[in-house]
């Protein structure tokens, strides 16, 4: 007998399958749903405030009633979710208003749990939107002698993470890349009560020229120097895999991969050793890329779209963070 794999044209001809639309439909082997997608927030102080940001197309910063109406159109797309990013109205070297009661971020969790209770919301916990220097964790000294002091840090995010939980958060998700980070957090949550608040861990966040658009939507470009000394290198990826292990042992319940399409690799290694629910960020410069080039007319955006966002699902991610989840879910439902 001849097994499935052995067969030669004409007996076996794959393009069976591929003729139609419908069957086509019927034998393939990945499927997206609304539900997978999270739609990125930016978030700030203020009533009726919907600014635009002029480097991604269809992005804005908004005050916590307009990020509501954004929710709500998340909640009635079908949407896995929101991931809420916070812009301070004053920044410090102590990121202060990462952790404020009235902070953005901490005044829009109650405004959308009391108004879509389903709907998840997400967090992100990092530092550089509020720190006055724009890095991802305290630092000591200046100019080129500045280092970015790692565990003095821990103390700042775990503080921001506990502040989330209080205002209602579902899920905290630190993406500052400091060591011992998710450890810090878990113990801080545990001790305040919120044991059952899970941590999405961004534990392969690499330092990425994709990340332009995003710092002016966040307004976090660093003031000096750059990420490198706490983002990863885009060479390595076994120190990926370390980074993942070591997060998930210290209690992050879901792990992200950050940026998407050029950690395909990452993501399927992530996703094949640990099973765990693995979430893929494709960050401002790949949206922002496509929407350029869609509009230059060199691209079809929806099928551009769609096609990166099918290969993040393929190589193993179950959550798919995009700034494109409410088109996204359009072009699924029709």
Not at 48 to 74: H, I, K, Y
Not at 320 to 332: F, I, K, Q
């Amino acid at each position: 007998m001849t097994s499935p794999g052995q067969g030669h044209f004409p007996a076996v001809r794959p393009r069976r399958l591929r003729r139609n639309a419908a069957l086509r439909r019927l034998v393939a082997e990945h499927r997206l749903h609304p539900a997978q997608l999270v739609l990125p927030l930016f978030v700030r102080s203020g009533k009726r405030l919907r600014q635009a940001v002029g480097s991604m197309p269809g992005v804005f910063q908004t005050s916590p009633d307009e990020a509501l109406r954004e929710a709500r159109r998340a909640a009635e797309a079908g949407l896995g979710g929101v991931l809420l990013f916070g812009i301070p109205n004053r920044k410090d070297v102590r990121a202060s208003e990462a952790w404020a009661r009235q902070g953005a971020v901490q005044r829009t969790i109650p405004l959308l749990k009391k108004e879509l209770p389903e709907l998840v919301v997400i967090t992100d916990v990092c530092l550089c939107e509020y720190m006055s220097h724009g890095h991802c964790g305290v630092v000591s000294g200046k100019g080129a002698s500045a280092r970015i002091l790692n565990d003095p840090s821990l103390k700042l995010l775990a503080r921001t993470a506990l502040s989330h939980a209080e205002a209602g958060a579902d899920i905290v998700a630190p993406s500052d890349m400091m060591d011992g980070r998710v450890g810090a957090i878990r113990a801080a949550l545990d001790q305040a009560g919120h044991e059952m608040v899970p941590i999405m861990s961004y534990a392969a966040k690499y330092a990425s020229g994709f990340y332009g658009p995003f710092r002016d939507a966040a307004a976090s470009a660093p003031q000096f120097g750059d990420r490198r000394s706490y983002q990863m290198d885009p060479a390595n990826s076994e120190e990926a895999m370390r980074e993942v292990a070591q997060d998930l042992a210290e209690g992050a319940d879901m792990i992200m991969i950050k940026p998407a399409l050029s950690c395909l690799d990452i993501l399927y290694r992530v996703k094949s050793a640990y099973g765990l629910p693995t979430a893929a960020y494709a960050v401002s410069g790949e949206y922002s890329m496509i929407k350029a080039a869609a509009r230059r007319g060199w691209i079809d955006e929806r099928n551009v779209t769609m096609e990166s966002l099918l290969a993040m699902h393929r190589a193993g991610a179950d959550i798919l963070v995009t700034y494109s989840a409410l088109d996204a879910a359009r072009w699924l439902g029709e």
